[in-house]
């Protein structure tokens, strides 16, 4: 058991990579918190794991991400261990096409929900005396597709903040790291794709990966897993690809 009495919050652990996230840490015997702004899905995921609670957070808002981290240390007792995988993109189109209204949800789901994880949750890891933060950041912060430029931008601060915090929080025993999974099965897959899910479609993207297939959540949380487990202890500010080469 890798993650035998650790404690994580994973946020987005509705579907996708936060799902798998949160399956694989419950099977390495972490207590989770899965943490979503759908409370449907949430639930569900959280009732079919062994040691988990769901708590209905919005992580674009301050009061709701205060209110995890509390809830997350009064079901467990403490945070060893915070995941910001929520995340959300504009539909792949014309850089100019893009609405306000959907750059600022992008910035928000992505990049200001981990400065609000931070404020509100590096003091619950300090109380431990030390922790992981992963951020799921992306493939498209180091190899940018077209169509795609706003959430590309914000995958790139992700993986420079991500950095920053490692650094910083370093002398408090916090680990920061990030992952950069590329163009996975889940729910954002038509988005990132700008269109209907068909064979034609997705063997556009799969022919610039070279081991041939897109990712997965259990590949994404295999990865999550190593960061946040003891054989990771010196590794603190990589964001790895987690991308069958698409990167090289
Ligand atoms: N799927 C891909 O191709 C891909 C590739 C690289 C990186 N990513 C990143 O992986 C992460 C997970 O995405 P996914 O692909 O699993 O998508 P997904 O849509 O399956 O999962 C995202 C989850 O985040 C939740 N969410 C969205 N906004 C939220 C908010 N404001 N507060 C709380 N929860 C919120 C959704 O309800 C959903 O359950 C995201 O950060 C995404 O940018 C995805």
């Known amino acids: 058991m890798r993650l035998e009495n650790k404690i994580a919050v994973v946020t987005g652990a509705a579907s996708g990579f936060g ?21 449907e899905a949430g639930k569900a995921v959280a009732d079919s794991l062994a040691d988990a609670v769901f708590v209905k957070a919005d992580v674009t808002e301050s009061d709701d991400v205060a209110a995890l981290i509390k809830a997350a240390e009064d079901a467990f ?7 910001n995988n929520a ?6 189109g014309p850089l100019t096409e893009v609405s306000e209204e959907d750059f600022d949800r992008v910035y928000a789901t992505n990049v200001k929900s981990i400065y609000l994880g931070a404020v509100h949750g590096v003091s619950a890891l300090r ?8 951020n799921i950041a992306s493939t498209a912060g180091v190899r940018p597709r077209a169509g795609l430029t706003w959430y ?11 950095r920053s915090m490692a650094g910083e929080l370093a002398a408090d025993k916090i680990r920061v790291c990030a992952l950069n999974p590329v163009i996975g099965e889940t729910a954002l897959l038509e988005a990132f794709m700008g269109g209907p899910d068909t064979p034609e479609l ?9 081991l041939g297939r897109m990712s997965r959540p259990l590949d994404i949380a295999n990865a999550a897993l190593f960061l946040c ?10 964001c790895m690809e987690v991308d069958g080469g698409r990167c090289v």
């Open 19 to 39: 799902e798998g996230i949160a399956r694989r840490f419950c099977e390495e015997g972490a207590r989770v918190v899965v943490a979503d702004i759908n409370a």
């Open 77 to 83: 007792g403490g945070v060893d261990i915070l995941v």
């Open 87 to 92: 995340g959300w993109t504009h539909k792949r």
């Open 127 to 134: 109380r431990r005396g030390g922790g992981v933060i992963v």
């Open 152 to 162: 590309n931008g914000s995958k790139g601060a992700v993986i420079t903040l991500t």
């Open 202 to 210: 997705r063997e556009q993207f799969i022919s610039t990966i070279p």
């Open 229 to 238: 487990s003891q054989e990771a202890e010196f590794i603190t500010g990589i």
